[in-house]
T-cell receptor
């Protein structure tokens, strides 16, 4: 049973519009959440994170929202750019344990 | 800095053969990890190490062994490869567990077992 779920395997967005990637988790003990971005033939790279004591964290065009009661987080990318086309992994952690979701492939269409 | 490097980048093995994947990091990180990525499964932790000379099991450790004899290196061994171990393997490292999950990944090793 997956503890971290990304129910949309893929997403297409027009350049300049907002991309919203969603993630759900089942274990309420997770206290730190992250998003990673992965290009083909490369390793994942850390994008943005949020602690469970916060409900929002921003870094430039990227914002992560956390809804603890719903066990849901989302990544907003505004405005979306063609270079954002990649696979995005959501991850949840507690202590040394990090669980990754299956990923969502984002395509930003010029 | 090279960051995290992995050797080899590609490998094809026959069932029953053995091999070792090498991961090296030059960031003086304490923590190192081995993951495998399979379609629709995300990244699953195989083994990890919280310091030189220490290792621990992750989610999917069966069929793999690891060693961390030097702080900068983390080796993943397959003693008797099976087709189920066909996957892309990623190594990662991090400073400490204070920011859990903020890991630096290598480029991956694509392994095919026939």
């Amino acid at each position: 049973d997956q503890q971290v779920k990304q129910n949309s395997p893929s997403l297409s967005v027009q350049e300049g519009r907002i991309s919203i990637l969603n993630c759900d988790y089942t274990n309420s003990m997770f206290d730190y959440f992250l998003w990673y971005k992965k290009y083909p033939a490369e390793g994942p790279t850390f994008l943005i994170s949020i602690s469970s004591i916060k409900d929002k964290n921003e870094d430039g065009r990227f914002t992560v929202f956390l809804n603890k009661s719903a066990k849901h987080l989302s990544l907003h990318i505004v405005p979306s750019q063609p270079g954002d086309s990649a696979v995005y992994f959501c991850a949840a952690s507690r202590y040394d344990k990090v669980i990754f979701g299956p990923g969502t492939s984002l395509s930003v269409i010029p | 800095n090279a960051g995290v490097t992995q050797t080899p980048k590609f490998r094809v093995l026959k069932t029953g053969q053995s091999m070792t994947l090498l991961c090296a990091q030059d960031m003086n990180h304490e923590y190192m990890y081995w993951y495998r990525q399979d379609p629709g499964m995300g990244l699953r932790l195989i083994h990890y190490s919280v310091g030189e000379g220490t290792t621990a099991k992750g989610e999917v450790p069966d069929g793999y062994n690891v060693s961390r004899l030097k702080k900068q290196n983390f080796l993943l061994g397959l003693e008797s490869a099976a087709p189920s171990q066909t996957s892309v393997y990623f190594c990662a490292s991090s400073r400490t567990s204070e920011l859990p999950g903020e890991q630096y990944f290598g480029p991956g090793t694509r392994l095919t077992v026939t």
